[in-house]
């Protein structure tokens, strides 16, 4: 068979006054700019598992338009990922196809947790993780006999089955940096999360072994890459990352991943971090202070509980010259209007090397949703395009929807300046000598 796979990338943001505002910033946008250039790891993963005897295409939505014939193309089977951002475009594309008679299957995120709704406009839904059940869906469309859905939303899929994702498919000099997973779940259930936790119920661990050699396959296209580690939570396991950073230190690659802030408690795992390439951590730090952190993490309250930490956490893992990317949450309960300048004030108490900002987004399938949901908070519950971390699709119960838009950009535009990101780098710098000198 032909089979095309096709990933949803690119950004999105519905509100076209504050995209193209986002867009004149230069910071504003730039971590989901990083997100948007990556190629797709699940559609990859599937790739690499597809038999041989297949022709398997990579596409990544925009390239659709350079490719004539689409999407009447000469393909016998197209499988679509789709985050909820994306998922009205991803349906608008397999129906054209399905009006060409070529079979389609969706998964991803959304689809796991909307089947149904998936179901209206393709021939397959992908429940969950995709590893367990793509032959069959392969097997199943040589014969003409496709089931309408597939999977569960947590299977027993072992990530020491975890096929090598076909990266040889991408074309080295398109992507600043390629993702391999460590790692799915996270022991923290945060409310508004939508990331892996919403396809594994547990925390799973992929081999060493496995990883080192995705990372090999890698470096034999790019030959000193930056590796994104798609992890919800990467360094859980230490005794797994103080095992495995020695082996990375070996292979001369930069990298970045995501993590709380419990990787600042070890000093000997922060230092094996830098020497091993590691350049940025993501950590969400969600709120200055405690506002509308109680009850966010739904295990132990393990923010509420922490928030108190954030400032010598950060300063430990940036002395050990690993620079922090602190996530913010605009619009959690208890949130108001002033809530912009904490944040600005706070980022600069913490002398974060970077920022992120995004407003709360009751993506579907979080507890998030289904308490918005219950309360009336939503406004537009099924309008998918506004599910981007940038579109306000809720009432705030501090302020209005409008007044939590114009603190979003309003921050932004304080948050980017030029004056302020020169600054925030030009302190990583200085407290690093400081760090260095002191030792």
């Known amino acids: 068979m032909n ?26 946008l730039d971590r989901g700019k990083t997100i948007a250039s990556m190629p797709s790891l699940a559609i990859l993963t599937l790739a690499g598992l597809t038999p041989p005897q297949h022709r398997v295409t990579y596409i990544e939505v925009p390239d659709l ?20 951002a994306q998922i009205l475009e991803a349906y608008e594309l397999a129906d054209r196809f399905r009006a060409a008679k070529i079979p389609v299957v969706i998964g991803g995120p959304h689809a796991s947790v909307m089947p149904h709704e998936a179901a209206q406009h393709c021939d397959a ?13 392969i097997s199943d469309a040589e014969r003409g006999e496709l089931q309408p859905f597939y999977g569960a939303q947590f299977s027993a899929f072992k990530m020491e089955d975890a096929p090598m994702p076909a990266f040889h498919l ?13 790692s799915r779940g996270c022991p923290h259930r945060c409310d508004f999360c939508a990331a892996s936790i919403l396809i594994a119920n547990r925390y799973k661990q992929k081999p060493a072994r496995k990883v080192l050699a995705e990372i090999d396959a890698i470096r034999e296209i790019w030959r ?8 919800d939570n990467s360094f859980v396991n230490r005794e797994y990352w ?38 940025q951590v993501l950590i969400g730090l969600e709120s200055p202070g405690a506002i509308g952190m109680d009850g966010m993490e739904l295990n132990s309250n393990f923010k509420w509980k922490t928030y108190a930490k954030q400032k010598e956490a950060v300063k430990r893992i940036q002395a050990h010259g690993v620079r922090v990317i602190g996530c913010f949450v605009l619009g959690l309960d208890g949130h108001g209007p002033d809530i912009g300048d904490r944040v600005l004030d706070y980022a600069q108490e913490l ?25 009336e908070r939503l406004i537009e519950p099924e309008n998918w395009n506004k599910y981007t971390l940038f579109d306000v699709n809720f009432r705030p ?13 309003d921050l932004a535009e304080r948050m980017y300046s030029s004056e302020l990101t020169q600054a925030r780098r030009r302190r990583f710098r200085e407290n690093l000598r400081a760090a260095k000198q002191a030792c």
């Not at 839904?125 to 869906?137: D, K």
């Not at 979080?366 to 309360?375: G, N, S, V």
Request: charged share 25%.
């Open 397 to 409: 119960d501090g302020m209005t929807a409008k007044e939590l838009r114009g603190v979003l950009r």
């Open 242 to 279: 103080h095992g495995l950073l020695p082996e990375l230190r070996k292979r001369h690659i930069r990298w970045f991943a995501e993590t709380d802030l419990t990787v600042a408690d070890d000093a000997e795992l922060l230092t094996k971090m830098y020497d091993a390439g590691c350049a």
């Open 170 to 182: 991408l074309q080295p000099d398109r992507y600043n940096r390629l993702t391999v997973q460590t």
């Open 125 to 137: 839904v992908v429940i969950g993780e995709g590893e367990p059940i793509w032959l069959q869906i």
């Open 3 to 28: 089979i095309a796979l096709i990933a949803m990338s690119g950004i999105r943001c519905d509100d076209k006054e504050l995209a193209a505002f986002g867009l004149s910033l230069p910071g504003f």
């Open 65 to 84: 338009g350079q490719m004539p014939g689409l999407p009447e193309g000469d393909f016998d089977l197209v499988a679509i990922s789709s985050y909820t």
């Open 351 to 375: 002398e974060l090397f970077d920022v992120q900002i995004t407003v709360q987004t009751p993506f579907p399938g979080t507890p998030l949703y289904a308490r918005y949901k219950f309360e």
């Open 224 to 231: 000193h890459p930056f590796i994104e580690f798609a992890d």
